[in-house]
């Protein structure tokens, strides 16, 4: 295993046999782990936990490296922001299974072995392509439809990524202060995906049919009450319809 050379440890490893090809990148990787550790004579041996700050163990701690592994800085960050929003439970859920990617969707199913029959794998909203995450949630002309009729509140048409990060990101302006960005990222987005995904699931699994102007005035009305659990925001049902817009920003 190794020996006392002074006060320094050096490592000398001996193998009952020789590796295989597999294992050889495993060693190369814990041999680059171990050459950082600094042994030292009369120091007393112990397990330390070298992720965070206090060095202490947790669950919570590994969790997180593992899911930062996983997700990657950006997307980690949002996934674990979507807790501390001020929007309804329900809401919550869904946008988190959105940035996990863990939605039913064809396209996940698929990943997981579970192959539907054609029918099944249609979009429910426009019928004619394969569903995915991304079809249903951007891309269907019935959601993009919706999401550029909930960007005109601002006066602006705009052109929306197919990227989840990308479309969470989208601003209708580039210099809002950041209250009124945080509704539109936070509550406008959350709620019209909250939305979607519902409809999505009446469509599938209680064979409703997607009434695209009536699937507006339950946007407007999830976004308004949404927005109203802040505090600062007063405005009436009526004049948000009217000029919804000027709500958000003022
Ligand atoms: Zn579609």
């Not at 600062?232 to 948000?240: H, I, L, R, S």
Request: with cysteine; charged share 20%.
């Amino acid at each position: 295993m190794g020996r006392w050379v002074g006060d320094n440890w050096c490592w000398d490893f001996q193998w009952r046999r020789n590796m295989f090809e597999w294992e050889r990148a495993e060693w190369l990787e814990v041999e680059s782990r171990i050459q950082n550790i600094d042994l030292r004579m009369g120091n007393l041996d112990c397990w330390e936990w070298i992720v965070g700050d206090d060095k202490i163990y947790t669950v919570k701690s590994a969790y997180k490296v593992l899911h930062y592994q996983k997700y990657g800085s950006e997307q980690h960050s949002l996934i674990t922001s979507v807790w501390k929003l001020n929007i309804p439970p329900k809401g919550a859920i869904v946008v988190w299974q959105i940035f996990m990617n863990s939605l039913a969707t064809c396209d996940n199913l698929l990943q997981r072995n579970i192959i539907l029959p054609e029918l099944e794998s249609i979009c429910k909203f426009c019928n004619e392509e394969t569903e995915s995450t991304s079809h249903v949630l951007f891309t269907c002309k019935v959601s993009d439809w919706l999401w550029k009729k909930c960007y005109n509140w601002a006066s602006v048409s705009t052109v929306l990524s197919a990227l989840l990060t990308q479309h969470f990101g989208k601003l209708p302006y580039s210099n809002l202060s950041a209250a009124v960005s945080k509704r539109w990222r936070v509550i406008v987005w959350c709620a019209i995906m909250w939305l979607l995904l519902g409809k999505r699931n009446n469509c599938g699994f209680k064979s409703q049919t997607c009434d695209i102007q009536l699937l507006y005035v339950e946007a407007q009305r999830t976004v308004w009450s949404w927005l109203r659990m802040e505090k600062n925001f007063k405005y009436t049902y009526m004049q948000w319809v009217v000029n919804s817009g000027a709500c958000i920003s003022n």
